[in-house]
T-cell receptor, first 110, second 117 residues
Framework: RKEVEQDPGPFNVPEGATVAFNCTYS??????FFWYRQDCRKEPKLLMS???SGNEDGRFTAQLNRASQYISLLIRDSKLSDSATYLC???????????FGPGTSLSVIP | DTGVSQDPRHKITKRGQNVTFRCDPI?????LYWYRQTLGQGPEFLTY????????KSRLLSDRFSAERPKGSFSTLEIQRTEQGDSAMYLC???????????????FGSGTRLTVV
């Protein structure tokens, strides 16, 4: 089993739609969680950290369920500019390396 | 420029040649990481440094790969006797000193795209 798994995608949604991405991780001792965004042929960029209580940043909401070892990202009112690959990222040992999921591709269609 | 810099941006090399990539992290960041990414996959961890100490190396990092960070500032990643399977994007990232309880994301450089022909 891979350490971090994500919905394979791709997701093709119309502008204005709400889309949710799911991610599971295998190591119950994992400490920190993130969502990164990666545009085609560009480097990954931090979208948001994921906190135990859940957190929101504008149209983006991240949730963490430690018991189920599950992380989610919800995007409301999708924009064309949201088209990218979304990477679920887990830090197992605090301060140590992070592990990336394979990513889920999103295309927002006019 | 206060971001992570990588050089070169692109490298095309013949199979069997050696290549070296450089990464300059954000100046106040003490941790530096190397990842490799192939098309359609997430980045895979290769190795990381805290200051000049190499703290972990992935099984992916075969004997042909070596990384250094001699003065705790910039880092180099060398691949000897390149193979076609080494073709990938090599990403460098850095992060600041950690304070307990705070989750820091990494800042990535733009990567070096290696093509082995």
């Amino acid at each position: 089993r891979k350490e971090v798994e994500q919905d394979p995608g791709p997701f093709n949604v119309p502008e204005g739609a709400t889309v949710a991405f799911n991610c599971t991780y295998s190591n119950s001792a994992s400490q920190s969680f993130f969502w990164y965004r990666q545009d085609c042929r560009k480097e990954p960029k931090l979208l948001m950290s994921v906190y135990s209580s859940g957190n929101e940043d504008g149209r983006f909401t991240a949730q963490l369920n430690r018991a189920s070892q599950y992380i989610s990202l919800l995007i409301r009112d999708s924009k064309l500019s949201d088209s990218a690959t979304y990477l679920c990222v887990v830090n197992i040992v605090w301060g140590d390396k992070v592990i990336f999921g394979p990513g889920t591709s999103l295309s927002v269609i006019p | 420029d206060t971001g992570v810099s990588q050089d070169p941006r692109h490298k095309i090399t013949k199979r069997g040649q050696n290549v070296t990539f450089r990464c300059d992290p954000i100046s106040e960041h003490n941790r530096l990481y190397w990842y490799r990414q192939t098309l359609g996959q997430g980045p895979e961890f290769l190795t990381y440094f805290q200051n000049e100490a190499q703290l972990e190396k992935s099984r992916l990092l075969s004997d042909r790969f070596s990384a250094e960070r001699p003065k705790g500032s910039f880092s180099t990643l060398e691949i000897q006797r390149t193979e076609q399977g080494d073709s990938a994007m090599y990403l460098c990232a850095s992060s600041p000193p950690r304070r307990q309880g705070e989750a820091y994301g990494y800042t990535f450089g733009s990567g070096t795209r290696l093509t082995v022909v």
